[in-house]
């Protein structure tokens, strides 16, 4: 069965660094486009970034254009966040999910990893 | 480009009803959509794609429709355990995968 499982989430300063990680079984990995997703507490979704098949096309909401970046192992079956110059308001639930790719709709997701920023 | 807006933000409605939920696109979007189901302390469930298809596992008392810039998803027949959040999500070339606000289901 199709399974994704976050990891890296914890507690960072203002400015400071984390790399989350996506570990994916179950399925060809190396076929799907992967996104990244946060949730805020109390808040709706928001959606960060996503990544092509190949790593060779990536895109990212505004709000996190430079200061995060989205990469991929496939031989490793794996689906990274690297986030810079963390904020307060980065503060969520951070999940990975498989994208359809040639359909709309995320079909699969992780249990979630928690990122707090606080100084 | 597009923006999503939901309608109502939250809705209260007795087991056996009929639950029509809206999602509303600034510019057309053809059928670019999807909608998901958000229970306390859970993942999003992706129930609905390209606006009218089921996803895999999803009983047929959910379904939608739309095209262009109005969707909606209807639940036909409330279960208690309908209830939950439900957020509907566009992809668009420069926004990449936005969402909707969300509406707040509650089963009386």
């Known amino acids: 069965q199709v399974q994704l499982v976050e990891s890296g989430g914890g507690l960072v300063k203002p400015g400071g660094s984390l790399r989350l990680s996506c570990t994916a079984s179950?399925?060809?990995?190396?076929?799907?486009?992967m996104s990244w997703i946060r949730q805020a507490p109390g808040e709706g979704l928001d959606w960060i970034a996503y990544i092509s098949t190949t790593s060779s096309y990536t895109n990212y909401a505004d709000s996190v254009k430079g200061r995060f970046t989205i990469s991929r192992d496939n031989a490793k079956n794996s689906l990274y966040l690297q986030m810079n110059s963390l904020r307060v308001e980065d503060t969520a639930i951070y999940y990975c999910?498989?994208?359809?790719?040639?359909?709309?709709?995320?079909?699969?997701w992780g249990q979630g990893t928690l990122v707090a920023v606080s100084s | 480009e597009s923006v999503l807006t939901q309608s109502p933000a939250t809705l209260s409605l007795s087991p056996g009803e009929r639950a029509t939920l809206s999602c509303r696109a600034s510019q057309n979007i053809n059928n670019y959509l999807a909608w998901y189901q958000q229970k306390p302390g859970q993942a999003p469930r992706l129930l609905i794609y390209?606006?009218?298809d089921r996803a895999t596992g999803i009983p047929d008392r959910f379904s939608g429709s739309g095209s262009g810039t109005d969707f909606t998803l209807t639940i036909s027949s409330l279960e208690p355990e309908d209830s939950a959040v439900y957020y509907c999500q566009q992809r668009s070339i420069r926004l990449g995968e936005t969402f909707g606000p969300g509406t707040k289901l509650e089963i009386k």
């Open positions: 390209d606006a009218s």
């Open positions: 179950g399925f060809t990995f190396s076929d799907y486009f």
């Open positions: 999910a498989r994208d359809q790719t040639s359909s709309v709709g995320l079909d699969y």
